[in-house]
């Protein structure tokens, strides 16, 4: 296990088009998290699973987006009619949930470009 | 609602210089906080968290509560520490971290010879 991976890496599509990212986070981990980051900013929470269970979207997350982790493993995220605002690096981490705390190990990114 | 300000989006200093790098809070409950850097070309990484309340690679981190800070220090900077900084901030109960971690914009440090 290399760590937390994403695919593609790189994306570039044009305005309307649907676009989806997947993340294989660490394979003990049962925390995965999307973020998304533009520039000159720190990353954005969008959502994170427990296992297959979403337990909190952001208010940046529209309804043009959805995520599913379906059997706890890795997660894909979908953009649907993407606009050019929605141009950034997505960011996915994954952790091991502990009474302790939370580190998250975060994966490469995909950069979408939407034209 | 929880929020990290970073203050400075560019810091440089001289090798060998003290470096300070800002973070400041908001957050009404108990908060766990971390520091992320990201070389270039790599990925984002934690650096240290305040719970631990370690040393890496020289740099140190106290969370003052008052006043609501959690900087990061290191009293000699080398070249190799140049880098994007994050402060990120995630809430706790009962022990139990929340999980979503709110970063500030980032700090910038470099380092020169």
């Known amino acids: 296990d290399t760590g937390v991976s994403q695919d593609p890496r790189h994306k570039i599509t044009k305005r309307g088009q649907n676009v989806t990212f997947r993340c294989d986070p660490i394979s003990e981990h049962n925390r995965l998290y999307w973020y998304r980051q533009t520039l000159g900013q720190g990353p954005e929470f969008l959502t994170y699973?427990?296992?297959?269970?979403?337990?909190?979207k952001s208010r940046l997350l529209s309804d043009r987006f959805s995520a599913e982790r379906p059997k706890g493993s890795f997660s894909t995220l979908e953009i649907q009619r993407t606009e050019q605002g929605d141009s950034a690096m997505y960011l996915c981490a994954s952790s091991f949930s502990s009474f302790s705390y939370n580190e998250q190990f975060f994966g490469p990114g995909t950069r979408l470009t939407v034209l | 609602a929880q929020r990290v300000t970073q203050p400075e989006k560019l810091l440089s200093v001289f090798k060998g210089a003290p470096v300070e790098l800002k973070c400041n809070y908001s957050y009404s409950g108990s908060p766990e906080l971390f520091w992320y850097v990201q070389y270039s070309r790599q990925r984002l990484q934690l650096l240290l968290r305040h719970i631990s309340r370690e040393s890496i690679k020289g740099f140190t981190a106290d969370l003052n509560k008052g006043e609501t800070s959690f900087h990061l220090k290191k009293p000699f900077a080398q070249e190799e520490d140049s880098a994007m900084y994050y402060c990120a901030l995630s809430g706790l109960a009962g022990g139990t971290s929340y999980g979503k971690l709110t970063f500030g914009q980032g700090t910038i440090l470099t380092v020169h010879p």
């Open positions: 699973f427990q296992n297959e269970a979403q337990l909190e």
